[in-house]
């Protein structure tokens, strides 16, 4: 029996396709020690098969969910499964979804809104098991399983790109909230009346620790250097990228910069600061940084645990009752494998 | 067969019995919704007698528990209940509290430390079925399953005193972290850079929305009046009650005091945006706000509520899926309550 997994985003939708047997041991045990045993299948090796398809999202949801339904028969054949051995589907969208029901009530730059999802992906591919559910959930679902947080009972996972994004899992369960609008771990403010938010509000954490605000506080400072008349790798870095993107003041840092090294400092700063709240209320055995700006690996991990370890509320209890603080290990598959995962939790024959 | 549940305190230990069967239904029965059903009994009604002792805090941790067992033996006799027919003990404290060794490892102010109240308790009573938990932990319980939160899924209840404390409450199990060290909402820095908390951090919640804090923003408000020579019944209604406390503005502002507004607006905009915090990360079906400052009732409520609900990530969903806000309703009992309920779903017949 197998599942498949499809991720909508704004530029790609992509699909993948796992077997049951490989993935099931894994969700239905008892969580583990994370150090006691390894996961049965790691990483992107759980999916037999995966590709993607340009998204369009000019088109309507219901040319979009045609094409995903094709997407699903290819990666099926493709893999050498026969589509009448595919038990269900998750399929997993940016914004907010309702598990129940199987509607996309919005989905920002994709074009559902209030669309059943459920329904067409039905009728396009014949197959009655439909799972739906969030991108973030899905990512997070897919890290405790087969990922990072794979053996633990208590797992965070933070995604840091343009936004902040990510999903509390417990027990084997994603945290949602009564009305599925959960998790927003960036919009909670950290600097009151501080910079405007995109969801209106002053100060969030997204406004400080997302990619976009790294980039603003580079901006910042080479304004500043500039204006006092101080010398910075900064420019040329950001000249040969075209432009300040997330990487320049890490590897500006990394050739002794010192502006540079102000830069991330300060955002480091913020971004531990945020951590340390979520530490404090979850008391996660595993936070995991997802997102492109985790490829900094110990750049940025080794001054994030510093700070958070002297600063969080239990840091007098020995280091083993510390949560620990890793990169996520799944990248971009993430969406596409808890899609899968979240289809065998939900219809899998062993439940 | 009955449970006993025992609230240890700087000030007081606090004792209570209830029958199993008058809560059992209420632990073990799916969530409904919250205006299905009414609980079976209402708050602090499910206690069949209770009472309560000094903790006098400078003896020692064993003759503490010595007087916290006699106090439940007295508690059983008064209730007309045989001590044989007592099957499990629940006793939680302040501080960090490991349930599975049944250890208290720090209590604050009183002298419990790495203290094993487990094998104390069992031996000053002779019941093997012991509970131990964190009194925060507690009262959430026991307003998730008897008071405020009851026949929701998902409950919050945040607790405003001296300090802030909290607990999330999903689908009838206390969320506490692997290490048992979570829900500490109050150390959650919302002003980076901001006052001093208690924990070491600057900024804290806790610095800002407890009673502590409403009284330094009530003194610092009066003196700013006073230098600048602004009439105010703060200081007449602070001499009455020997000293400003957590009353005093609220007090003042019922009798028109422009003052006193300020003092209160600026608090509730602290505590909103705190609220929207958790909100946004767990969107509970109710969040309880308990401790005293919850007398305030709707003087509290209703302002914090207007700013939630606009400020809140989900504000453009239909009013039924947002979060509703309201006081706690067990008082000072909740500990006492919640340590038998735990007690009650750890060791009940009808697990």
Redesign the interface.
Known sequence: MYHIGIDLGGTNIAAGILKESDVAPLLFAQARPADDSQPLVRGDSCLLYKDSIPTHPARSAEEIIADAASLARTVAHRAGVDFRDVTSIGFVSPG?VNPLTGIVVFAGNVPFTNFDVKSHLRRHTGIEKITVDNDANAAAYAEAVVGAGHG???FLLITIGTGIGGAYV?AGDV???????????G??????G?EKCT???LGCAEAYCSVNALIRMTLDEMARADAAGERTLLKDIAEKTSGVNGKTAFDAMREGDKVAERVVSRYIY?LA?AL???I??????ILAIGGGISKEGEYLLSPLRRIIYS?M??HR?SPD?Y?KIVTASLGGDAGVIGAALLAVKEWSHKK
Chains 1, 2 share one sequence.
């Not at 945290?175 to 771990?185: I, L, P, S």
């Not at 404090?280 to 055995?285: C, K, L, Y």
């Open positions: 907010t633990v009972r208590d417990s945290q949602r909230g009564f009305n599925f609008a959960g998790g927003e771990f919009h909670t403010v950290i600097v009151v501080g969801c209106g509000r913020y600061t340390t709240n979520y404090n209320i979850f008391q996660p055995e600063e509320f239990n209890q009752k949560t």
